[in-house]
């Protein structure tokens, strides 16, 4: 029996939303779902997103097309991160090259440790472009974590000039909350409303303030807590909304 197609597969079985993005990537040489160069500079360094790699072939892929470091965005749920250090590790990288921050997807009511995890993952970030090298980062399926911090990295590069222009040509565009129509409304969507949206809102006033500051990437800069009042605004447009 021949395999389903994926759109297909997705349409029998919604929650297979969750194996696999929907999206195709843009990046040469990349197998890896959703993956997208998001910076790159004359220096040669060069910041690419997109969907964990599940198999030895794509993390071959990832160091062959350049990458030099990983950075992964998120919790370690069924061993499966430490699973990915390894074979990173067995396939050339050293344990420097690689950064776990084990960010949640949804349920971050505590805003200071969830503002320390995206400095610090913004700063991983920085680090690796100021020195010239190339980082991939990623969450499970590429999409909301990943957009979230793909849109921060956005602003804080001054690549997007503001949050509403971040959420829609970065995160929504590639598959954020109902940005991929599969993605269950109650068990996913609305929780990522809840408080993965939220954050971001509050993270995206804090970047403006320190670049408007001249201000570094620091911890100290999720000592204040921002209020934000327009969250509801910031929905992603499908059909299922």
Known sequence: MKALPFLLV???CPSAWSLQSAFLGSVEGLSIPNSHEVYNDANGARVVRGMEPRSKAQIQELLDSGIEEVLIFKTDTKGEVA????????????ATAITHIPFPWKDLYDYKSACRMTIEALKTIEKSVKAGRSIYFHCTVGEDRTGYLAGLWGLWTGEFESAAQAFKSEMCARGYEAGNPRKPYKEVVAKIRETLTPTYLKIAMVLAEARARGQNLHGSLCNQEPVIENAAAFRCVSKRN
Not at 83 to 94: M, R, T, V, Y
């Open 10 to 12: 997705l349409f029998l």
């Open 83 to 94: 699973k990915e250090i390894i074979q990173l590790q067995n396939a050339g990288l050293s």
